[in-house]
């Protein structure tokens, strides 16, 4: 079936959404056969995101680890300050296409409701985003930027008051106002065309990358790194290596305290199959089905499913999925705001441990990306509050032994 | 003839519409839900809707959200539903007995494993929310060749053709979703309701029941002129979470049962 990836995805939703996921869908087909469309969507990635994204050569991160040639794909300098806009933009298009007013999302570190919030103020709609409870509180100034946007921030109290209850929440209005309202999805998750279009929209990316990796290094990567919540910048990324048998594809989710005590959001690393938003995927559930609360210390990984596609890239192991633990993610963190200068988001540091795991394994003609989805200006408090409650020395001493 | 059929036919003869009433298995708590549903059927109930608590019910409003929670915390699970579905039907052979539940706990406890048990407990079907037509056929083959049930959805969002293709097989009842959004009760019926339904009944090869809002007795004699039955949820399952005595919320719910007859 042409809604499913394999056995995964799907649209496991209520009759009431089942016309509107077609409405979309039949949209979506149009519109990305429509050159108009194309073009004003070409057009504002370049003027408006500040696209194409550097492909960076990390001259000092390839250095301390001693191995690959390690790039960094620059999604962080991108107009809002992650990936999310490329795929924000594309659905705001349709959404004015369709004749909505009114845009609404989920979000869970907030980035994906600034970029929606973003597109809503250059459109000239309405926007209404539902984040956790949780969320509101560690993403604060995300927040914030939100409501300057002119966005309505809908704190969702119920459940564990993050990503997933914003989802819910976000589905429970689409179904009651899908007549003048576009749901934004901001993952590679949800019933089906979601999965598709994010992608699409999101495989800039990886095509970008495949071009400019091809004109600074000759060659293709050998890996290409991500990291991994529902697997938005993880399937934009690899989309532009998917008929590449040689580059190796590696999604990193959020192994949390760690895979063994059970508080994590390592969906295909330590989830079962099932069905929530409406695709069937791994999904973090207990044995009677009912679905578990994620840990990370990233809120934009802290999803207990993950985009469908990814589940069938895993299960044909044309990617493997790895699980990187919240100490590991904030050395990183830390790692690469002192070697380069850049401060990476949390869930792009998940990669970023990633590539220190394994760089070294390579010789130096190798060539790795790492997908720097975002940037890490949100996640001061978090770090902070991490870190009060985990002192860590050993990032701060190998990075001063290595200078 | 079927114990659903027979429900419809009956009422159909006492000119009234089949009242169906839902109940979240496990609120206020597993005993006295037990004790709350045999209220529902004794006030007058023709089906009973068995819910079955899940941790993102993302089509249900407020109230029923927070009595899935509260069964949930008390360590409701499917087969404790099960279990329940067994006793009331041990007491009330004539009841029409329907599971209510999201698709991903009918999963995992395998759908081969739950129809076959539904089907010696002679439960008669299951309806599950998020699981449209484009998806059923998931299920659909289990509960055939188990005899049971599978309630199909329609809604004011359903186009025509989609309707008739939705319906084409149905068995038991088709049930309307009177309004396009999620569970929970409402002022106002929606102005469209009587014809969405008549065009409904006009191509649905098994009776009608309507849903989603009605909270009185007035809104379910105004819905039954046009339905051949109706629903009601979120209006049963209000005063289950109000927080107070166990006696009181089983008045109240009874007298609420009562006046939608």
């Known amino acids: 079936m042409k809604t499913h990836y394999g056995i995964y995805g799907g649209q496991y939703v209520a009759e009431t959404l089942m016309p509107v996921l077609q409405e979309v869908e039949t949209a979506y087909e149009s519109a990305r056969r429509d050159p108009a469309f194309v073009r004003e969507l070409a057009e504002l990635l370049t003027d408006y995101v500040g696209r194409e994204s550097p492909l960076y050569f990390a001259r000092n991160l390839t250095r301390y680890c001693g191995g690959a040639r390690i790039f960094l794909k620059r999604e962080d300098l991108n107009h809002t300050g992650a990936h999310k806009v490329n795929n924000t933009i594309g659905q705001a298009l349709l959404a004015r296409r369709m004749g909505k007013r009114r845009l609404i999302a989920e979000t869970g570190a907030g980035m994906h409701g600034v970029a929606t919030a973003t597109v809503a103020a250059l459109f000239g709609m309405e926007c209404e985003v539902f984040m956790g409870a949780l969320d509101v509180k560690r993403q604060a100034p995300n927040v914030e930027r939100m409501q300057v946007l002119g966005a309505k921030v809908t704190a969702v109290d119920a459940g564990s008051a993050t990503l997933k209850d914003a989802m819910n929440e976000a589905i429970r209005d689409w179904t009651a106002t899908a007549d003048h309202t576009f749901y934004v999805i901001g993952t590679v998750a949800g019933p089906y065309p979601y999965p598709r279009i994010v992608r699409d929209f999101q495989s800039v990316i990886g095509c970008e990358t495949r071009r400019q990796c091809l004109e600074k290094t000759g060659k293709l990567p050998d890996e290409v790194i991500a990291c991994v919540g529902g697997g938005s910048n993880a399937m934009g990324m690899f989309a532009g290596f998917l008929d590449d048998a040689s580059v190796k594809l590696t999604g990193v989710e959020a192994g949390g305290e760690g895979l063994e005590t059970g508080r994590h959001a390592a969906s295909i690393n330590g989830g079962r199959v099932g069905v929530l938003h409406g695709s069937k995927c791994y999904l973090l559930q207990d044995r009677d089905g ?35 633990n919240d100490e590991e993610a904030i050395r990183a963190f830390e790692l690469l705001s002192r070697l380069e200068g850049i401060i990476p988001a949390l869930e792009s540091s998940h990669a970023v441990a990633q590539v220190l795991r394994t760089a070294g394994t390579y010789s130096p003609d190798a060539v790795i990306v790492v997908n720097l989805s975002g940037r890490g200006d949100k996640d001061m408090d978090s770090v902070r509050r991490y870190r009060e409650t985990h002192p860590g020395e050993a990032a701060t001493n190998q990075s001063e032994t290595q200078e | 003839m079927d114990r659903i059929a027979g429900i419809f036919e009956r009422c159909r003869k006492e000119e009234r519409p089949a009242l169906t009433v839902f109940a979240t298995c496990g609120c206020p708590s597993p005993e006295e839900s037990v004790e709350l549903m045999e209220e529902i059927i004794a006030r007058g109930a023709d089906i009973l809707e068995i819910g079955v608590p899940f941790s993102d019910p993302m089509a249900d409003g407020a109230v029923i959200q927070q009595a899935s929670d509260l069964a949930l915390r008390q360590g409701m699970t499917l087969e404790k539903v099960l279990e329940t579905a067994g006793r ?21 406890y395998g759908l081969e494993r739950l129809t076959s048990r539904l089907a010696e407990l002679d439960v008669d079907g299951v309806l599950v929310v998020d699981l449209p037509f484009e998806e059923r056929d998931e299920l659909l083959p289990h509960c055939r060749a188990h005899g049971l049930h599978l309630i199909n959805l329609v809604s004011p969002a359903t186009p025509p053709e989609r309707m008739r293709r939705i319906v084409a097989d149905a068995t038991g009842f088709v049930y309307y979703v009177m309004v396009c959004g999620v569970t929970g009760t409402r002022d106002e019926l929606p102005p469209e309701l009587a014809d969405n339904l008549n065009r409904l009944r006009t191509v649905s090869p098994v009776p009608v029941a309507a849903g989603f809002g009605i909270a009185s007795g007035e809104a379910a004699r105004m819905v039954g002129r046009y339905a051949d039955g109706v629903i009601v949820g979120s209006a049963a399952m209000r005063p289950a979470i109000s927080g107070r005595s166990f006696p009181e919320i089983r008045k109240e719910v009874g007298a609420l049962v009562a006046s939608l007859r």
């Not at chain 1, 985009?307 to 044909?316: I, K, M, R």
């Open chain 1, 290 to 324: 009912q679905i578990l609360e994620t840990h990370s210390v990233s809120a934009g990984l802290d999803y207990p499913g993950v985009g469908p596609e990814h589940c069938l890239l895993a299960d044909t192991k044309r990617a493997r999925y790895t699980t990187v």
């Open chain 2, 88 to 108: 009331l039907r041990a007491h009330h052979p004539e009841t029409g007995l329907i599971l209510f539940s999201y698709f991903n706990v009918l999963l995992q």
